[in-house]
């Protein structure tokens, strides 16, 4: 299991299937919270993640594929596009720079 | 065989097809702008469309026998090996465009990655071979050669194979849908888009059978497998009246993403939560279908995303109230089966109950321990 300090988080990318739908809607709303952080958040296809993503967010139905293609980085997977507490959990480990794996 | 591997087994199984299927999509998806702009053409200006224009409808033919397959060879193409994969992808599918008496979409993801993958090839070959001051000549007549080769190969050998395949998949839901048996592809369709293969089964295999048959019909029922937001639609509101606490809350929001936005993947966790929800999403998906082809309904383009407005807006003249039927219908019909297997909110309320009855439980028990 990977991991890393929530304080060293400087990118986001959000993965999904073609890199152009949920992952933009998911986009918008993580740049929303975590802009104050100094974190850019960006969306990719889950096969075509940018090599300096710190961390990686994806669907539960992805993981595989995320964890597959990422050995060494850390993928965070959600349930729900809205309200999941995968979400809060990321945002609350940027916050206080606490150690985040997955 | 131990349950975590036959676990890691199906996992792999299912990126597997995942990959594949996105691979697929990926060819097509970054030009729907393009199919977006010839379905718009097509509804305005050919004879039985909004503003007849012979003119302007001379733009039909040309775009989608050879700007649309020519966008995927090179799109695909440039997936495998960078942009000289695109355009020795784009060459090679040309013999195939040419040859075949359809548009020539399957030639297009065939050829396009094909030439690329050999282009790729002969330059791990070629290249360290090459002597200094000769790259330029080396590189362009390479690339030159290959892609005019490929050309003629598929006059002769691909054309003739990937046409005979197109007929035959076309030919299998003609089939379907001449023995009314169309709504059944539902039962396949419907889990595969929430198992995330959506896009996958839309513009990889649904979209380029359509376009065959818009070609020959003018519209195309292909089109509305996949994209109909009904089914998606009923569920999410079953959720926001008898869902889970957590699902009632967001699903309002939801709703508007998915019907009017068009991202269908937000209702897909309602479902894997629920996976029983699933049936009322083939229900939703077949009585839909049922409707457009009762209705003769069909579209011009794939709508993309899936959203309500896309879908007026790529509906022929004429099909819009069939389209709205089947949309309908297909809503009703998931909400009302979605709303019976969460139970009208019964068991929801229960759990709720026994949840607060154990906590009371276990505060009695700990005041009295």
Redesign the interface.
Known sequence: MTTIQGSDVKKVVVA???G???SV?LTSQLQRTLKPYGVTVEHA???RVPADADVVVC????L??AR?NLPDKVVVGF?????DPAFTRLEQAIKEGETLGG | MSNQQTHERMASVRSGIQRFGSFLSSMVMPNIGAFIAWGLVTALFIETGWTPNATLAELVGPMITYLLPLLIAYTGGHLVYDRRGGVVGAVAAVGVIVAADMPMFLGAMVMGPLGAYLMKKIDQVLQPRTPTGFEMLVNNFSAGILGGLLAALGVYVVAPAVTAIARGLGAGVQFLVDMSLLPLVSIIVEPAKVLFLNNALNHGVLGPLGVARVAEEGKAIEFLIETNPGPGLGILLACMFFGPKISRATAPGAIIIHFFGGIHEIYFPYILAQPKLILAAIGGGMSGLATFMVLDAGLLATPSPGSIIALMAVTPRGDHVAVLAGVAVATVVSFVLASLLLGFGRSERRAEKAEKGAAAAQNTKEATS
Do not use: K, P, T
């Not at chain 1, 669907?59 to 992805?62: E, Q, T």
């Not at chain 1, 349930?79 to 309200?83: A, E, I, L, N, V």
């Open positions: 999904c299937d073609a152009m739908g949920s809607l296809q889950v096969d669907h539960a139905g992805l595989d594929r597959g349930q729900m596009f809205m309200g």
